[in-house]
């Protein structure tokens, strides 16, 4: 009579960050996250591992200067104990291979510098200090179950970790992608009249064709 070999329970996974640095060689502003990851039970095969990124904004203390420039975003200061919410700012994938135990794994954070999207005015409002972020986990756990079967699992909804973002890491990542520079988006029509203006003015760059128009209107 032969006997099954028993059901091993599941591995469990919990998070930490261990680090944030800005990439150094990167065509777009890029975070470096330094993931740690432990685990309890069998050991993993592999993981494919999804990340959303939020920034935990009532959990900063904000002064005078950053609310009156969060306007846009939260309202009226007097307003902010029902408009100050946390924002989601990206997500991300990464596959870990094989560990035991424990292991880190380096989770790259591309970061737009787009002015309509709602993370990048929250950050550029800042001055220095952290921005308080919480990364949620999702994915897929494979593990060799009993008698060496690969079997997989779905992360559990709670796996999370929460980090402080200092300001400055955020700011030399954007500078290490353009020095010196900004982006606006804007319609094609008003580029096309903006090109036009430049054109008839015979401006060389995009800087002194707004810096004329803003002379202007002065």
């Known amino acids: 009579m032969s006997v099954a070999a028993p059901e091993l329970s599941p591995p469990q996974l919990d998070f930490r960050v261990e680090d944030v640095a800005a990439a150094e060689y990167a065509a777009v502003p890029t975070l470096l996250f330094s993931v740690g990851i432990a685990v309890a039970g069998p050991s993993v095969r592999s993981l494919a591992l999804n990340v959303q990124v939020r920034i935990d904004a009532p959990r900063r203390a904000h002064n005078d200067r950053e609310r009156e ?15 100050l919410r946390s ?31 709602v993370a990048t005015k929250y950050l550029h409002a800042l ?10 986990f999702s994915g897929s756990v494979f593990f060799a179950g009993a008698g060496g079967r690969l079997q997989v699992v779905y992360l559990p909804w709670d796996r999370e970790a929460r980090c402080e973002l200092p300001v400055h890491v955020w700011r030399a990542a954007v500078e290490t ?6 982006w606006l988006r804007v319609r094609h029509d008003v580029l096309e009249r903006l090109h036009a203006y430049r054109s008839a003015h015979t401006l060389l760059t995009w800087d002194a064709t707004l810096e004329r128009l803003l002379k202007e209107a002065e």
């Open 87 to 117: 924002l989601r700012w990206t997500s991300a994938s990464v596959t870990v291979p094989p560990f035991d135990e424990r292991t880190t794994v380096e989770l790259p954070i591309a970061c737009t510098y787009d002015f309509d999207v």
């Open 177 to 182: 992608a353009f020095p010196g520079t900004g």
């Open 127 to 136: 001055e220095p200090g952290d921005v308080p972020l919480e990364l949620l």
């Open 69 to 83: 420039r969060l306007f846009e975003l939260f309202g009226a200061p007097a307003d902010w104990s029902r408009t």
